[in-house]
Every structure is written in C-alpha cells, then in structure tokens.
C-alpha cells in the first residue's frame, strides 16, 4: 500500500513538472512574439499570421487591407526631448492604433523602430482609409509632445494604405511594398497624412484621403 501511494505521488510529482514546463514554454513563445516596450505583437508574430492568412501564399481569400504607419520625425522628438519620451510615445501610440481596430480580428504589430503595420481582414478600400484616417487623427488629438517637429508641435502618424481584394491574388510581401509606397508618398506631401494606393488598370494609383 505504501509503496502505491509513493508511485501515484511520483506520478502526481512528474505531471506537474511537465505541466509547469509546457506552461514555461508557452510563456517563453508568447514574449518571443511580443515587442517587449509596446507589449504589442512583434514583426516576427505578424509574419507568421500573414502566413497563416495568405493561402499559398498568393491571397488572402476574404480580402485584406494592411496600413503601414510611420510616426514623423521620429528622431527629432528623441534628439529633443530623450530616448524616455520617445518610448513613452512609443508605448502611447500603440495604444492608440489598438483603441481604433476591431480586437477580435485585425492584427497590430510594431514592425521596427517608430513603424507600425496593422493587418484588416475583409475590408475594403472605403473601410480601410476610414480606420487609418480615425487612427491618425487619433494620435493627433493625443496631444503627445513633439516640439521639433516639422508638422506639427504635436506627434503626427503618416500611413500608408493597401487593400487586397478577394478576386486579386497578390501576396503579402507585394501588399506591403504596395502599403509601403504610399507610406513614403504621404511622408513625401507632407506627412500627417493618409495615403491609399489603388489598383488602376494602368498600374497603381496613389490617392490622399479626406482629412
């Protein structure tokens, strides 16, 4: 008897063991996604769900819209004000991007430095430049201080805007190179702005939205 109870309490014992170890892992897994200031996903985490997404990758078969999105002069509020700030907007920026997307299916992420991608499934180019133009005037309105800035003495977003839709087959890789062009035109009229890169039948065509 005694020795049954010793067998079931290393069995008990190893089970925990194993379940503390899987739960570790997990733990581990979830930061290697996560951007550890932000506490947003990371680049690596938005690659996989693209992936995930894209069907061979060659669509996304409900339609996407990616936004692309690049705080202004960036340097010049962390040359000013220091690299504490410029976290703390960092950090606040985020949120912001996260308060205007639906939670229970678009995808954040921090995709390097002061750039940010956001993923909308099935949306279209109407829905897309609505959330992105709701986005920048978000941050605008926070107040967030950038005294050196060439926009604004407040921090501003440019973003760039793609949109996939359900009978066009592009992957993620061009969907991006597409948002990132229209990024860089949006810096490249002003910045503090919002800029759609629409399919025409001659090519790409880059629209501002309303602000």
């Not at 506490?39 to 936004?67: F, Q, S, Y």
């Not at 700030?85 to 995808?107: F, M, P, S, T």
């Not at 897309?128 to 926009?151: F, Q, Y």
């Amino acid at each position: 008897m005694h020795r049954r109870s010793q067998t079931f309490l290393f069995e008990l014992r190893d089970r925990r063991r194993v379940a503390e170890l899987a739960e570790a892992n997990d733990r581990l897994e979830l930061l290697a996604r996560t951007d550890p200031l932000t506490g947003i996903a990371n680049r690596r985490w938005m690659t996989e769900t693209l992936d995930h997404l894209w069907v061979g990758g060659r669509k996304c078969p409900d339609g996407a819209a990616m936004l692309m999105c690049d705080i202004d002069d960036f340097k010049k509020l962390n040359d000013h004000l220091g690299h504490a700030e410029g976290d703390r907007c960092l950090v606040e920026v985020a949120r912001i991007i996260q308060e205007n997307v639906r939670r229970d299916r678009d995808h954040v992420a921090r995709y390097g430095g002061e750039e940010f991608l956001v993923l909308l499934p099935a949306v279209d180019e109407e829905g897309a430049v609505s959330v992105a133009e709701r986005i920048r005037k978000s941050v605008e309105d926070a107040g967030l201080p950038n005294p050196a800035s060439r926009v604004s003495r407040r921090v501003t977003l440019s973003i760039g805007v793609a949109v996939q839709t359900t009978d066009e087959a592009i992957s993620p890789e061009q969907l991006q190179r597409h948002a990132d062009t229209a990024l860089y035109l949006a810096k490249q009229t002003g910045r503090n702005r919002v800029m759609l890169n629409r399919p025409e039948a001659s090519g790409r065509k880059h629209i501002q939205s309303t602000r």
